[in-house]
């Protein structure tokens, strides 16, 4: 009988994962806990964090990208890039309120996301990959701070 459950749960996350949360959540609520489907249940949960920290690093990336086209390509500012600025902050910072123990990851992968910001940069102003620092010039802190925007390094 047992077999057969776990058999039925698995064809069901399988088949209709929202019917499989629903029917996951009952059983937890119920306390049925011997006919929850606790091996796919404990893969969401793993997967649950791995996509947290994947969507903090897609959302470091467009930030950092906007704020080095904001400050090497002065002349193209729009308030597209303001805004997406605006919104990649929000983003991360809801994250890091929602989840405080993400600040130190934040602190692991900036530099990793620098340098991915930095040759999509490169990428999409057609500028030379030698125009962005291999360095980030900003702290997570001033990229995270919705006061802060770079200065042009572009001579007047």
């Avoid at 996350?13 to 009952?26: A, I, L, N, P, R």
């Avoid at 997967?47 to 897609?58: I, P, Q, T, Y």
């Avoid at 605006?86 to 620098?114: G, T």
């Avoid at 030698?130 to 997570?140: I, K, N, V």
């Amino acid at each position: 009988m047992a077999t057969e459950i776990q058999a039925s749960q698995k064809s069901l996350y399988e088949t209709d994962f929202v019917s499989w949360v629903e029917t996951t959540v009952e059983q937890l609520r119920n306390q049925d806990y011997a006919s929850v489907d606790w091996e796919n249940l404990i893969e969401e949960i793993e997967d649950m964090s791995k996509r947290e920290r994947k969507s903090l690093k897609s959302n470091l990336v467009v930030l950092l990208l906007h704020l080095l086209k904001w400050q090497y390509q002065s002349e193209c500012r729009s308030g597209s890039w303001k805004g997406s600025i605006r919104e990649h902050r929000r983003r991360i910072n809801d994250d890091l309120k929602d989840s405080p123990s993400l600040k130190p990851y934040l602190q692991e992968v900036f530099a990793e996301c620098y340098m991915n910001a930095r040759l999509q940069a490169a990428d999409e102003t057609s500028l030379p990959i030698g125009t962005f620092p291999l360095d980030c010039l900003y702290t997570p802190d001033q990229s995270l701070d919705t006061d802060f925007l770079p200065d042009s390094t572009v001579d007047s």
